[in-house]
C-alpha cells in the first residue's frame, strides 16, 4: 500500500481492478480543510485518462513495473513478435488496432442513412464484425483487437 501523498509521476497503482500509472500529480491545499492530491492517471491497457481527488493520507494499493528492453523481430498471424535482450526469450504483442479487408457483407439499403445502423460483415480472418452501411465487400477497415469493434474505413 501507498499513501497518496507519496505518489509521484511514473507510480503505478490498482485502481477498479486496471492498472493506473501517474502522469502528472499536485498538492492542493484549500483555505480551509486538508490538503488534497489531485492525480491525473493513464490507464496502461487502453489508454484512457483521468482525474482522481485524494486526501492526504489515504492508502492506495501500488504496482511495481518493470521495465526491459525488448528488440522487435517479425510480424506473423500472431502479430508483433518481440525478443527480450537478456533471456532471449520470443514474445507475441498484438496491435491494439489493425487493418482488415471485408470479404462478405450484405448491400446496404439506399436512403437508409438518417441512423447510426450496422449490418454484418465477415473479414478475411473469418471474424465477423458490425459495420455501418456504406461499407461493401472489398472495402479495408480498421478494427480494434480488443473487443473487435468496428473502428474506421482505411485507405488502400
Not at 50 to 63: F, P, S, T
Not at 81 to 99: A, D, H, L, S, Y
Request: net charge negative; glycine share 8%; charged share 30%.
Amino acid at each position: 500500500m501507498i499513501n497518496s501523498q507519496d505518489i509521484k509521476k511514473g507510480t503505478a497503482i490498482r485502481m477498479d481492478g486496471a492498472i493506473w500509472v501517474c502522469i502528472d500529480f499536485q498538492h492542493r491545499k484549500p483555505g480551509k480543510g486538508n490538503t488534497i492530491m489531485n492525480i491525473k492517471m493513464k490507464n496502461v491497457t487502453d489508454g484512457r485518462v483521468l482525474e482522481r481527488r485524494y486526501n492526504i493520507g489515504e492508502k492506495l494499493e501500488d504496482v511495481v513495473i518493470e521495465h526491459r528492453d525488448y528488440q522487435y523481430l517479425y510480424e506473423d498471424q500472431e502479430g508483433r513478435i518481440f525478443m527480450n535482450q537478456e533471456t532471449f526469450e520470443q514474445i507475441p504483442i498484438m496491435p491494439v488496432k489493425t487493418i482488415l479487408r471485408v470479404t462478405h457483407s450484405e448491400p446496404g439499403i439506399k436512403g437508409d442513412t438518417a441512423t447510426n445502423t450496422l449490418k454484418p460483415a465477415t473479414l478475411e480472418t473469418g471474424v465477423e464484425v458490425r459495420v455501418p452501411l456504406f461499407i461493401n465487400e472489398g472495402d479495408l477497415i480498421q478494427v480494434d483487437t480488443r473487443d473487435g469493434s468496428y473502428l474506421a474505413r482505411a485507405k488502400e
